[in-house]
């Protein structure tokens, strides 16, 4: 029988191996690494429409990069339907209030479902309590659905217009085939081009009619011409004449008495100039006069009778100070 | 008895008149009533009515051949035009003058110069008022002297002389007298808006702008709210700056100052629209 020998010793080097085998293994998965790494939560709220295929464990993107997983996704009908997040703390500065997760398929209509949270501007966010909205990426077949939508929304109404428009350009060249319509009757109907050669006759009598009138007024100018050089008007004419020489005799009479009149004015005039010359000496005198009158009650402020100290009004200064030349 | 007559004499001796003034020499009264309307007029700021009433009291001295009264009516005369928005008639009566006191071998009279170096300045021939200002500020009367040294900062603040300002404005005591205190004021606010320290220049400015409407001096008024515009607008105040200068400009139009009313009212068309049109109002309405 094949005994061993320090068996103990031997187990207990086994166990020491595979303790370092484990440990080398954890450390090379990187295990270790993930739970030291600092982590900040983040609640995303969802769509009322669903999770858009967002499962525990999705990634959530920010900037495009991996930036953090879905921990968590809380369902409860009493409140909306949202997912707990650990986001990398070096990925916080990015994502502020305004910030809003888009909830994307990996292929864009499948594959799993992660959370594209976009870059905010705002104010910082408060990661004690860190939520965001989510809203679902619109799948493309429901986008191509929607643009046929409004499509035929449009182009229906404008072929049915466009087929009426037709039905009245039908019609209307049916009717002015038939001679029917002012367009109609201008083409088939000559009566319009008879009434257009009646109306150039007519206008030819008026024309006639128009040069019997003139003759007309020629011979009432002759007739004027005459009244005026004899015949049955010429007392009446001449008495006309009579007046307006009259008038213009009593005319020059008043223009002689007013040229009389202006040989006056010069001397009107001289007059006038002689009064007014003195007018600025007599200001000046008046101006004086004030002035000294002035000094006068000055002089009488200051007689102890009147309660004033005796002293001599100050002399008014003849030259003009140097504080008054300014520049 | 006695004591009612000691009484009696010590009131009478109360009633008693001063002695009778010592009898002055006999003058012109024609020009004597002249420089005194001219007086009154100029001192209820009508300036163009003082010319002709200082003009006329020239015309009775030389009439007179009075030497003393030409000097004064003359120095007057030119002073007066000044105030009328007329420099280039002052530069010629105040050279006028002075021609004639060196003729006849008189002292110069430092106001007189001082007349003829502002009438530089104002004229536009900075260097010669600069050389006549220095000329009055070595003449021994200190009044002059400080508007001359007032004169010479305004000149060096306009050839952008900072050396020439700051002594300038050292030469100044703004204890002194109101007219002082403007005129320090006014240079410091130049001083600090050289320095592009433009709300302290705006500051100064706006201080002596008051100090001169209390003296009143309505032309170094508009002068110092001008000022006041263009260190807002250093500021970037541009609504400010446009109301200081339609301000100035608008006291400059009445001064009948029209060369630098117009000059700040086409600054003000660049503010706000109301003032703008305010503004453009005032130019319209004033004289070609």
Not at chain 2, 136 to 160: E, T
Request: some cysteine; hydrophobic content about 45%; aromatic content about 4%.
């Amino acid at each position: 029988m094949i005994r061993l020998r320090n068996t103990d010793e031997w187990v207990g080097v086994l166990v020491l191996l595979a303790i370092a085998a484990f440990v080398g293994g954890v450390l090379q998965a990187g295990l270790l690494r993930d739970w030291f790494r600092p982590v900040s939560t983040l609640r995303i709220l969802l769509p009322e429409a669903g999770t858009g295929g967002l499962a525990v464990g999705a990634g959530v993107e920010v900037l495009g990069t991996h930036a953090g997983v879905i921990k968590r996704i809380v369902i409860d009908p009493r409140q909306r339907m949202y997912a707990e997040a650990e986001i990398d703390d070096q990925a916080r500065a990015f994502i502020r209030r305004d910030s809003t997760a888009v909830i994307r398929r990996e292929f864009g209509v499948a594959g799993a479902g992660y959370i594209d949270v976009l870059r905010g501007h705002g104010a910082d966010m408060d990661w004690k309590y860190a939520v965001i909205e989510a809203n679902t990426e619109r799948a493309p077949g429901d986008t191509v659905s929607s643009l046929i939508d409004d499509v035929r929304q449009k182009i229906f109404p404008i072929l049915d217009d466009a087929g009426r428009a037709m039905h009245a350009l039908a019609d209307t060249a049916e009717t002015i085939n038939r001679g029917e319509g002012n367009v109609g009757k201008l083409l088939h109907d000559d009566t319009l081009e008879k009434q257009a050669e009646a109306t150039v006759a007519q206008l030819q009598q008026l024309l006639a009619g128009v040069a019997g009138i003139i003759t007309q007024a020629n011979a009432t100018v002759t007739d004027v011409h005459g009244l005026i050089r004899g015949g049955d008007g010429k007392d009446s004419v001449q008495a006309l004449l009579r007046r307006t020489d009259e008038t213009l005799a009593s005319l020059q009479t008043a223009s002689r008495s007013l040229a009389q009149a202006a040989q006056h004015a010069p001397a009107i005039a001289g007059n006038v100039e002689g009064s007014t010359a003195n007018l600025p000496a007599l200001l000046t005198q008046a101006q004086v006069s004030a002035q000294e009158l002035e000094m006068l009650l000055t002089q009488l402020r200051g007689l102890w009778l009147l309660g004033g100290n005796g002293a001599a009004p100050p002399v008014p200064q003849q030259r003009l100070p140097a504080s008054q030349v300014r520049p | 008895m006695r004591l009612l007559a000691l009484i009696m004499v010590a009131a009478l001796a109360g009633c008693s008149a001063p002695p009778p003034p010592p009898v002055a020499a006999p003058v012109d009264q024609m020009m004597l009533n002249e420089a005194r309307a001219g007086g009154l007029a100029f001192a209820l700021d009508r300036p163009a009515e003082a010319v002709t009433h200082y003009r006329a009291a020239l015309a009775r001295a030389r009439l007179r051949d009075d030497l003393p009264s030409i000097t004064d009516a003359g120095t007057n005369l030119a002073v007066a035009e000044l105030r009328a928005n007329q420099p280039e008639q002052a530069l010629a009566d105040a050279r006028a003058t002075r021609g004639e006191l060196a003729r006849r071998g008189a002292a110069d009279v430092p106001v007189l110069d001082l007349v003829e170096a502002t009438a530089l300045y104002r004229t536009g021939q900075t260097a010669a008022a600069d050389q006549m200002a220095s000329l009055v500020q070595r003449a021994g009367d200190p009044q002059a002297a400080a508007r001359a040294s007032f004169l010479r900062g305004l000149i060096a603040d306009a050839h952008g002389d900072a050396a020439g300002l700051a002594a300038a404005r050292q030469a100044l005591d703004p204890q002194v007298d109101s007219e002082q205190a403007a005129d320090a004021t006014e240079l410091e606010s130049r001083q600090q808006l050289r320095l592009r320290n433009f709300a302290a220049a705006r500051t100064y400015a706006e201080q002596a702008a008051s100090l001169r409407r209390d003296l009143p001096d309505y032309r170094g008024l508009a002068r110092d709210l001008a000022l006041a515009a263009q260190a807002a607008q250093g500021q970037g105040d541009t609504q400010a700056a446009s109301d200081l200068y339609l301000r100035a400009g608008r006291s400059a139009a009445v001064q009948g100052n029209n060369a630098d009313a117009r000059i700040w009212l086409q600054h003000a068309q660049s503010g706000d629209p109301a003032v703008a049109e305010q503004a453009r109002q005032i130019l319209a309405a004033l004289a070609p």
